[in-house]
């Protein structure tokens, strides 16, 4: 009996010491976060109709399309809503 009490306490022990480790990794990983993998966006993002993305304003392509203006990611995209017109 004696050998499974501190059996169990072993694996209580590894337990809250792989706990507390992930905890601490995690506030480190938190602390060095400067990965430039999602870029700050400032100003207003406006939607692309065609393939659904949202673009900063001052970086999308812009058209007037049936009588509208509207925003584009891309040159295809732009070219796909104006093709749709044309042809409605």
Sequence with gaps: MPVLILLLRVIGILLLVRVVG???AGLLRGLRDDSPARPRVE?????DRICNTFVPRDR?????????EEHFCSASCRDRALAGTRTA
């Excluded at 100003?43 to 939607?47: Q, S």
């Excluded at 999308?60 to 509208?68: D, Q, R, S």
């Design 22 to 24: 992930r905890f601490v």
């Design 43 to 47: 100003g207003d993002l406006v939607r």
């Design 60 to 68: 999308a392509l812009k058209a007037l399309v049936a009588g509208h």
